[in-house]
Structure formats: C-alpha cells, structure tokens
C-alpha cells in the first residue's frame, strides 16, 4: 500500500500553545485526507485535499497540501482539552491508507 | 441514526475460539471495510467489500474471514483466536469505495483474547 509517514507519533502541548503535525510521502498523491479520533472513539473524517498547494481552514484548525503533493500538515492554534485525539492523515491511489497518526495530549 | 454500528463493543475470549463480529451501515454505502487498530494506534486496511465482491485483501491470516449477506452488512469471522489478534477493530464505509471519498467508521469492537 502507499505509504504515508506522520510525524511526531506523540505531541504534548499546553493548553493555549499551538500543535502542528505533518505527513509525509515519498510519491506524489492524489488527494489526502485528516481524520480525529477521539480517546476511546473512532475516526472522523475532518478534510479533503485535492489540489496543489492548498489550503483549508476550519476554525482553529488549518490544512495545508504541499506544492509538490508529497506532504500535508495540520496546524492548531491555541489547543484547548478538547483538540485531545489522534490525528490521522490517510491518501491512496485506489484504496485509502492511513498514515500512522500523530496523539495529541493538551495539559489543563 | 447511527450510520454505521457495530457488535459487540467489547469481546473478550480464550486463545483457540471462533468468534464473529457484525457490521451494518444505514447510509446506502456500496462498500465496506475492516480496519484492525493495535496499540500503538496504527490503523490497517484487513478487507474491503464492494457490491459483495472482495476488493482489498491485505495480507491476513486466513484465519480472519469477511462474510457481507447484502451490501448494508459485512461480518469479520475470525478462527482459532491468537494472543495477537487482541486490537480493536474498526468497520467503516464509503460510497463506492475510491480513495477520495469519506470513510464513515463504526464505534469500533475492543477484542481481547486471553
């Protein structure tokens, strides 16, 4: 399947401080896609990527794809408790994989 | 309401077991999927179904079987239950089934084998 690396694995941040986590593939990609799964929980879908370069905002959460398509990053500002999770990006060809997340701990 | 649920929540069972876990969407999906999660929290494809046809079979031992009745349903049969095999299992499903469309998982099944 294609690989998708994720970096870092594990994140602790401050509440109010700001958490940046980046995906990284060695093939140019189609698309990709940010998931969030709560502790506990399940993934869910948060945004798509398509194009070159762009850029999606949702609040304080802010999706980048990368010029070349090969890397994508989400970026919060200003992490509160509940940005807690694990944070996926996922991309495929045909079939979608996912990266190997990154886990997000916001300390109070 | 719930888009996709799964059952059971919790699975707790001897090494050596047969055990089944179901799957069911209500959103007209035509495909469906098995993702194991380990602890580590990596989340790997097992299977995916579309329109009843196995599409995607990752390598799994061939002791884990997908069985889909219709295409609302698809079931993980898993036999003779391995230490390893202890994860939590995601079911999740797509419209067709191509990698750009959204994924809608299920509450997912915690299995424990002892």
């Known amino acids: 399947g294609q690989q998708v690396m994720q970096i870092p694995q594990y994140q602790h941040v401050q509440e109010g401080e700001d958490f940046t986590t980046y995906c990284n593939s060695s093939?140019?990609?189609?698309?990709i896609q940010w998931y969030k799964q709560r502790p506990g929980g399940h993934p869910v879908f948060l945004i798509q990527l398509v194009k070159s370069g762009e850029v999606k905002k949702q609040k304080r959460l802010t999706f980048q794809f990368g010029e070349a398509k090969k890397n994508s990053s989400l970026h919060i500002t200003a992490t509160q408790t509940t940005d807690v999770g694990t944070y996926f990006c996922?991309?495929?060809?045909?079939?979608?994989?996912f990266g190997t997340g990154t886990r997000l701990t916001v300390i109070p | 309401d719930t888009a996709v649920s799964q059952t059971p929540k919790y699975l707790v069972t001897q090494m050596g077991n047969d055990k089944s876990i179901k799957c069911e969407q209500n959103?007209?999906?035509?495909?469906m999927y098995w993702y194991k999660q380990d602890s580590k929290k990596f989340l790997k494809i097992m299977f995916s179904?579309?329109?009843?046809?196995?599409?995607i079979n990752e390598t799994v031992p061939n002791r884990f079987s997908p069985k889909s009745p219709d295409k609302a349903h698809l079931n993980l049969h898993i036999n003779s239950l391995e230490l390893g095999d202890s994860a939590v299992y995601f079911c999740?499903?797509?419209?067709?089934?191509?990698?750009?469309?959204?994924?809608?998982f299920g509450p997912g099944t915690r299995l424990l084998v002892l």
């Open positions: 999740a499903s797509s419209h067709t089934g191509t990698a750009q469309e959204t994924q809608y």
């Open positions: 093939t140019t990609l189609s698309n």
């Open positions: 179904y579309n329109n009843k046809e196995l599409i």
């Open positions: 996922a991309s495929g060809a045909n079939n979608l994989f």
């Open positions: 959103l007209g999906h035509d495909t």
